[in-house]
């Protein structure tokens, strides 16, 4: 079996690493990046009809200021958005699995208006329709120092996974040319496959930007050695 390495950040990396092993693969988590809290002015919350979140990370790092919020309706993405508000002391979270721009819908179709996003300084577009969005980053992603553990597990026939552009230009910084003819790359968009550079075994990218699409690719390539 080919190794599977897994390269985005936590906890993201370790819900992928999940799904993987349902597949029958064999992953490793290596994360490029780690989330880092920022400074930031908590507005009024009687100024917002809603709260919304897109990351777990949103909830981690806003720090105290986050509980003034609870009061407010709040709308998460992703069951570990969920998650983690709950553990910040949120009884109730309205949750949609799908991205930003249907959770807005939900937002708009339950008649509120004026949102407050805690969010990271990069978001995936979000189609605000009627909604007046107030956007403030709580934390970004830093880059982690190379890891020579990396390359170790690069071994020849691996499958690196690669969930943003940045990780991409990551990957691209750390892996010698000469040790990218024997690894298979799995990007979640072409824009992220642009960002690793050339020179790999194969390159490949989902038909929409998706985790599970990503392992059914990555799925695929291993059945195809197994043949």
Same mark, same amino acid.
């Not at 917002?48 to 105290?64: E, I, K, V, W």
């Not at 990069?122 to 390359?151: E, F, K, Q, S």
């Not at 824009?191 to 985790?211: I, M, Q």
């Given at each position: 079996?080919?190794?599977?390495?897994?390269?985005?950040?936590?906890?993201?990396?370790?819900?992928?690493?999940?799904?993987?092993?349902? %597949?029958?693969?064999? !992953?490793?988590?290596?994360?490029?990046?780690? @989330?880092?809290?920022?400074?930031?002015?908590?507005?009024?919350?009687?100024?917002?009809?809603?709260?919304? %979140?897109?990351?777990?990370?949103?909830?981690?790092?806003?720090?105290?200021?986050?509980?003034?919020?609870?009061?407010? @309706?709040?709308?998460?993405?992703?069951?570990?958005?969920?998650?983690?508000?709950?553990?910040?002391?949120?009884?109730?979270?309205?949750?949609?699995?799908?991205?930003?721009?249907?959770?807005?819908?939900?937002?708009?179709?339950?008649?509120?208006?004026?949102?407050?996003? %805690?969010?990271?300084?990069?978001?995936?577009?979000?189609?605000?329709?009627?909604?007046?969005?107030?956007?403030?980053?709580?934390?970004?992603?830093?880059?982690?120092?190379?890891?020579?553990?990396?390359?170790?597990?690069?071994?020849?026939?691996?499958?690196?996974?690669?969930?943003?552009?940045?990780?991409?230009?990551?990957?691209?910084?750390?892996?010698?040319?000469?040790?990218?003819?024997?690894?298979?790359?799995?990007?979640?968009? !072409?824009?992220?496959?642009?960002?690793?550079?050339?020179?790999?075994?194969?390159?490949?990218?989902? @038909?929409? !930007?998706?985790?599970?699409?990503?392992?059914?690719?990555?799925?695929?390539?291993?059945?195809?050695?197994?043949?």
């Amino acid at each position: 079996m080919r190794p599977l390495l897994i390269l985005r950040p936590q906890p993201g990396a370790d819900r992928t690493a999940e799904k993987a092993r349902r %597949l029958g693969l064999s !992953p490793v988590v290596h994360p490029l990046f780690a @989330p880092e809290m920022l400074d930031w002015s908590a507005p009024l919350a009687q100024d917002f009809d809603a709260l919304l %979140l897109t990351s777990a990370n949103g909830a981690r790092c806003a720090g105290p200021a986050l509980k003034a919020y609870r009061a407010l @309706p709040t709308y998460a993405v992703g069951q570990a958005t969920a998650a983690a508000l709950h553990a910040a002391g949120w009884n109730a979270v309205i949750t949609g699995d799908r991205d930003g721009s249907a959770i807005a819908a939900r937002i708009a179709r339950d008649g509120h208006r004026r949102v407050l996003h %805690l969010a990271g300084t990069t978001v995936a577009p979000i189609d605000a329709g009627p909604l007046a969005i107030t956007r403030i980053a709580v934390y970004h992603m830093a880059a982690l120092p190379p890891d020579p553990a990396l390359i170790a597990a690069a071994t020849p026939g691996a499958i690196l996974l690669v969930h943003s552009p940045r990780a991409g230009e990551q990957l691209g910084a750390q892996m010698p040319q000469s040790r990218r003819a024997a690894l298979h790359l799995i990007a979640i968009s !072409p824009t992220a496959l642009a960002a690793c550079g050339d020179g790999w075994a194969s390159a490949a990218c989902p @038909p929409r !930007p998706d985790d599970d699409e990503m392992l059914a690719l990555a799925r695929a390539l291993c059945e195809g050695q197994q043949q």
